[in-house]
């Protein structure tokens, strides 16, 4: 069984000029871009990376919790990518700590003393918008994503040399489920909660909603369940993951549908609150959106992130169909950095432009995403071996 991924020379060359094309777009940028939509430009592609290869450690624990066996043919899939969030939680933490420290943009006007201190709003929400509180809860919370990712890993990889008795899949099971069910609290309460607050949500720091960090975990959670498809659809046309089926690629595919609709239930839901309200410390948000000169983008969003996906993906042979899974999964990614897009630049730049220099970023971080999972399949078999699920997976069926 062909089970050990060895790297290909063009993927390797893909990525690394991908990722060329993105340090020559930062350096170019960090000389020739406003300041404010240079940092903004990297805090919405580093937080939106980070958020999307988070998703599939956040799949491993909610399938693990949920005592779900199909999955396992492909979870190696899932911690390579889950890997990622180590390198890119430094690259968050970095941007993060430099918007609010290095004065280098007006991104968050609650980093600026001056602001805040003239500004009853700004001055309210200071238990929450300071230094200290979002510093250390970064340090924390980016922290604690790296550890159990890792813990993750490293205990799939230990499970392989075990032997097969019956307790020995009791113990799997349970291990499991306790450190994925911690986990799930941390995960909740981070990006369910009050992360997509601090690093997004704050840019327009007058404006607030209760269900924005629901949306943005939706948004970022579909995105991740297409980079999961296109791995696997990458490793199966490469003949790897010989236990892998249409079977499971329709799941995958499921997912993709019914969180799509599902994202679009939130935007529906906080658009159309808000806007029956007519309250002013919430319509502000919406009003460059809507009404200025946003308006485009912001009904581009629902038609790329909810019309493309329910119309394509509805039939059940378009969920079964490698090209057209392939296809809607970069279709979904795309739509959804327009949605972090969209959510990051009229409070911070302002003017609609052209977002030449941060697609230029975003090459970049999809050429390390590459690199990096490429080389996390390279470090473990490819097949969990001796999991008491492994084998509900290979005859999985729908």
Known sequence: MKDQFVVPARLRTTSFVLMAIGLLTLVIGAVAVDKTLFWAGLLQNSVFFLLIVLASTFFIAATTLAQGGWQMTF???MEAISMTVIPLGVVVLVVVYALMFGKVSSVYPW????????????NAKGAFLSYGFVGIATIIVIGLWMFFTWKFRQMSIQEDGWDLRPDTGRKILWRGTVWTGSFMVIYVLSVGST????????????????????????SSFVSGIAVIILFTVYLKKQ?????VNIEHLHDLGKFLFAFSIFWTYLWFSQYMLIWYANIPDETVYFVPRVRG?????FFFNLIINFIAPFLILMKRDAKRNYTTLV???IVVIFGHWIDFWQMVMPGSYKHLHFPLFELGIAVGFIGFVIFWVANQLTKASLTVKNHPYLKESILHHT
Do not use: C, N, Q
């Open 293 to 297: 000169e946003w308006r485009g983008i």
């Open 239 to 243: 003949g790897y993951l010989p236990f």
């Open 111 to 122: 980093a600026d003393r001056a602001a805040v201190a003239s500004d009853k709003v700004l």
């Open 195 to 218: 992360t997509p607050w601090m690093w997004l949500m704050s840019i327009d720091a007058h404006w607030y909603s209760t269900m924005y960090s629901w949306y943005t975990f939706i």
């Open 327 to 329: 296809f809607m999964s």
């Open 75 to 77: 979870r190696r899939v």
